[in-house]
Antibody, heavy 120, light 106 residues
Framework: QITLKESGPTLVKPTQTLTLTCTFS??????????VGWIRQPPGKALEWLAL???????RYSPSLKSRLTITKDTSKNQVVLTMTNMDPVDTATYYC????????????WGQGTLVTVSS | SYELTQLPSVSVSPGQTARITCSGD??????ADWYQQKPGQAPELVIY???ERYPGIPERFSGSTSGNTTTLTISRVLTEDEADYYC?????????FGGGTKLTVL
């Protein structure tokens, strides 16, 4: 049974760096083909893909946010960490992590999401 | 970067057929997936690779793609199908969601 759960601060100040952790179970990021992605959703708005990391440490980023994002994995802890620098109020959103396989291309398991508010 | 266009809303009566479309150049070269999202919940995969129904999804849900447009069709709509629906496509360097369509079951 695959589960994912996001954790991190609920409130960050403008210009600060956001660090979010995705803790998962039911799969391993050392298994060939496995990946974890991050997606966000501002209140009342659409989903937006942010980043992906695969078992082989291949990393992909949204072109529009690439300069601000870093995604890493800790296989021993079953965790994926996303950092986003220079936070702005427009970055206020629910942030989701999700399981994906490279050969399938879709996100089949999602975490519950965590709401991050950017405000001074 | 890629863009996917969806109508903001679609309304149908229970028992009717709902068709939700998603358009974009990226669809000519990549598969599309569809996600259902109910209020306060995470998205759930409904259709993948244009037309494959994810396990556990009712047969009432189907998908098809023609050219640069992909369509999610929901037959015999139930009130429980009321939700936001998002398409997803692109390659690994540019994965993009559509703007979402709110399906209202009147």
């Amino acid at each position: 049974q695959i589960t994912l759960k996001e954790s991190g601060p609920t409130l960050v100040k403008p210009t600060q760096t956001l660090t979010l952790t995705c803790t998962f179970s039911g799969f391993s990021l050392s298994t060939s083909g496995v990946g974890v992605g991050w997606i966000r959703q501002p209140p009342g708005k659409a989903l937006e893909w942010l980043a992906l990391i695969y078992w082989d440490d291949d990393k992909r980023y949204s072109p529009s946010l690439k300069s601000r994002l870093t995604i890493t994995k800790d296989t021993s802890k079953n965790q994926v960490v996303l950092t986003m620098t220079n936070m702005d109020p427009v970055d206020t959103a629910t942030y989701y992590c999700a399981h994906r396989r490279r050969d399938w291309g879709y996100f089949d398991y999602w975490g519950q999401g965590t709401l991050v508010t950017v405000s001074s | 970067s890629y863009e996917l266009t969806q109508l903001p809303s679609v309304s149908v009566s229970p028992g009717q057929t709902a068709r939700i479309t998603c358009s974009g150049d990226v669809l000519g070269e990549n598969y599309a997936d569809w996600y259902q999202q109910k209020p306060g919940q995470a998205p759930e995969l409904v259709i993948y690779e244009d037309s494959e129904r994810y396990p556990g999804i009712p047969e009432r849900f189907s998908g098809s793609t023609s050219g640069n447009t992909t369509t999610l069709t929901i037959s015999r709509v139930l009130t429980e199908d009321e939700a936001d629906y998002y398409c997803l496509s692109g390659d690994e360097d540019n994965t993009v969601f559509g703007g979402g369509t709110k399906l209202t079951v009147l």
